[in-house]
């Protein structure tokens, strides 16, 4: 399984890539204004990666309800399928941005938000979220995992 991480965004699309190790890793951000251009790219990535799934974080209130984003992540993941002919698995995503973020000096953010760095590291966080429900853990070492 080839999978990428997805942070969307109407500005940044933050990216992600996992595949059967179960790590996620932070690929550059699509941060081109023009919403065409950061399609494109989006789709150049899945092709080059041999991307088999994609991930996208569902932005729900904390709640539990679905907004406008989330709603809009949805018309988005259906355009995925669609077009790219992947599934397309929503994570809940609650709080991710959040704790990407906080990863980084206070006096950074500004700048680090605006080259995508944050809605990568987003990415990454839903990405290993999804990964560590589907891959299994390794076993100890001298055991054998159960067949």
């Known amino acids: 399984m080839r999978v990428l991480g997805i942070d969307y965004g109407s500005r940044r699309i933050g990216l992600s890539y996992g595949d059967e190790l179960g790590v996620a890793t932070p690929l550059p951000a699509l941060i081109a204004k023009d919403a065409g251009q950061r399609w494109a790219a989006l789709a150049t990535v899945v092709r080059h990666r041999g991307v088999t799934d994609l991930v996208m974080g569902h932005p ?3 709640d539990g309800t679905a907004g406008p ?5 949805e018309a988005v993941a259906e355009r995925l399928r669609r077009e790219l002919g992947l599934p397309v698995h929503l994570v809940d995503e609650r709080l991710t941005s959040h704790e990407a973020e906080s990863t980084i000096a206070k006096a950074q953010r500004r700048n680090v938000r605006a080259s995508g760095i944050v809605d990568s590291r987003a990415a990454t966080l839903i990405l290993q979220d ?13 055991e054998h995992p159960p067949p």
């Open 60 to 62: 729900l209130h904390m």
């Open 130 to 142: 999804f990964l560590d429900q589907r891959v299994p853990p390794p076993a100890p070492a001298g």
């Open 69 to 73: 984003k989330a709603r809009e992540v």
